[in-house]
């Protein structure tokens, strides 16, 4: 973690209220500069890519979601007015120094991009060595509804802080890709999404009532879907059902576009991972960037 991010997380703990502060540990976990979580470690670091923040405003900040402090990274261009807005959501391991440097990635472009720490009140995702305990204990228990509150708090912060949401997007990884799809049927604001491998598909439970099939009709706005043909969590079944049912549904729905690489695994863009495909990430960033310039974010 270098200095300045050091300072922005102190600045962060210094900003709350007494009775509400957070530990030193969560406030330095806040600026996405403490590392990534137990269960993808080591970490793959020949290909890790790292973003400078030079020229950015960036750092951890905290939104108040009726009472509770949502925290997030932001970064956006020093000094930028009425930047375009980008939401990105996290894989299962929570808000890391990989999420963070997609922010930073985005904000280069010229956008504001914001990461909030979705799973937070259910755990820390980043303490967890098992996968299977830290989707059982943390991920499963996240309801649906919380994240579109967040979500939701997260684009009106964004709004009182610089940042144009009639110019809105997102994208999410994984877990976060699933989020894409509903929070794009959720939110009549969004113009563009972006979803990487998120799961389409999945049994109705009282925390996870729909899933991206059921919403396919409601979309608000085209999402781009980025997916592994190697993929073994995401069958291409579902990928053809989830394409059948945006092909029945209205506009803008029905300008949904799907793009599956052969031969591709799960989390091809996380490069500091294993399954990382350079060849893969790089074409889906260039779709990415080029699918919020169509859709006018």
């Known amino acids: 973690m270098n200095q300045d991010t050091l300072q922005d997380a102190h600045a962060l703990l210094d900003a709350r209220p007494s009775d509400a502060q957070p530990s030193r540990r969560t406030a330095l976990k806040a600026a996405a500069g403490a590392g990534f979580a137990a269960a993808v470690l080591p970490v793959t670091a020949q290909t890790l890519v790292v973003t400078s923040s030079e020229g950015l405003l960036a750092g951890p900040v905290k939104i108040d979601v009726g009472g509770y402090a949502l925290l997030a990274y932001r970064a956006a261009p020093l000094n930028a007015k009425n930047a375009p807005v980008v939401l990105v959501i996290p894989e299962i391991f929570g808000l890391h120094e990989h999420i ?47 994240v579109m509150a967040d979500l939701d708090a997260t684009v009106a912060w964004a709004a009182r802080n610089g940042g144009d949401t009639s110019r809105l997007a997102i994208t999410g990884f994984c877990w976060g890709g699933r989020i894409v799809w509903l929070y794009t049927a959720h939110q009549p604001q ?108």
């Open 100 to 146: 963070a440097d997609v922010t930073r990635r985005l904000a280069r472009l010229g956008y504001m991009a914001i990461a909030p720490d979705l799973m937070a009140r259910q755990g820390d995702a980043s303490s967890y060595a098992d996968m299977g305990k830290l989707m059982a204990e943390v991920v499963s228990q996240v309801p649906d509804a919380q």
């Open 190 to 297: 969004i113009k563009a999404g972006i979803a990487w491998y998120g799961r389409l598909v999945g049994q109705s439970t009282p925390l996870t009532p729909v899933h991206p099939v059921d919403v396919a009709g409601k979309l608000h706005a085209p999402v781009l879907g980025l997916y592994g043909g190697a993929d073994t969590g995401i069958p291409q079944a579902t990928v053809d059902a989830m394409q059948a049912a945006l092909a029945a549904a209205p506009a803008p729905a029905k300008a949904s576009q799907f793009v599956v690489y052969p031969d591709t695994p799960h989390a091809f863009h996380a490069d500091y991972r294993p399954s990382y495909r350079k060849e893969a990430a790089q074409d889906g960033w260039h779709r990415l960037t080029q699918w919020l310039k169509q859709h006018g974010v």
